[in-house]
């Protein structure tokens, strides 16, 4: 049993419960454990594409870890939380409404080569450990900026304080740091309330597993080898 399975993560699932709620049922079914590990993290109160490797799969993971992606967000604007998203403690801003052709303005600023700063709420490691960890623990984290690449950003739908937008970008690009750093642009603070992954490079989320149809048949008539 190897192969690629596109897998449509569910709201408060980590990569990892879907990779052991995988490995489970492969054991279950083949009676020995099974290698089964995911390509690019998703967020807990992000939903969407996560691909899942199995088997010898595992060690191709290189190959699909850097590819682009695309995404689809929702902010709120007026307000802000330390981790970027909902999980963290909001904290209004702002009043001002910003009009769609100051939004549009600042999207283009967004769009190209740029140097972002990842959140502190996230997994980079700092001295071998992770930096949330060291947020969480009340620790100071210096997070330094990386150059990452926005191919695009549409504007969906603007209705003051919610913004929603669908962007294709790089890999690297923390989604949580771009809508944080729109609001800054904005002058009105804002924080990503919904995120969603709807591709990575040629796979779409549209082809993906429902986790609520997780079973072992339908991983075996979802899983293909060919990358």
């Known amino acids: 049993m190897e192969g690629i399975l596109l897998i449509d993560k569910d709201l408060n699932w980590t990569s990892f419960d879907c990779v052991a709620k995988i490995r489970s049922i492969l ?19 992000a939903t969407g594409l996560l691909i899942i490797l199995v088997g010898s799969y595992t060690k191709r993971s290189d190959e699909l870890i850097k590819k682009d ?19 963290g403690v909001i904290e209004q801003q702002s009043d001002y409404k910003p009009n769609i052709s ?19 709420y996230s ?13 969480h623990s009340g620790k100071s984290v210096e997070m330094q900026p990386r150059p990452v690449k926005i191919y695009n950003i549409k504007l969906e739908s603007y209705k003051y304080p919610k913004l929603s937008l669908i962007t294709e970008v790089s890999s690297g690009t923390y989604i949580r740091s771009l809508s944080s750093d729109i609001g800054k642009q904005l002058k009105t603070g804002a ?3 919904e995120l969603r992954r ?6 779409s989320v549209d082809n993906a597993l429902k986790m609520a149809d997780l079973n072992s048949e339908s991983l075996k008539s979802h899983l293909f080898t060919e990358l």
């Open 102 to 120: 100051e939004i549009e303005k600042v999207l283009k600023i967004f769009t190209g080569d740029i140097e972002q700063v990842p959140p502190i």
């Open 123 to 135: 997994a980079i490691k700092i001295n071998g450990v992770r930096s949330y960890k060291l947020a």
């Open 198 to 203: 709807l591709s990575i490079d040629k796979y």
């Open 27 to 45: 054991r279950q079914e083949y009676g020995k454990k099974i290698k089964v590990g995911h390509c690019g993290t998703l967020d807990p109160l």
């Open 69 to 87: 992606k695309i995404y689809s967000l929702k902010m709120r604007l007026g307000y802000t939380s330390p981790t970027g998203d909902a999980e």
């Open 191 to 193: 924080y990503l309330t």
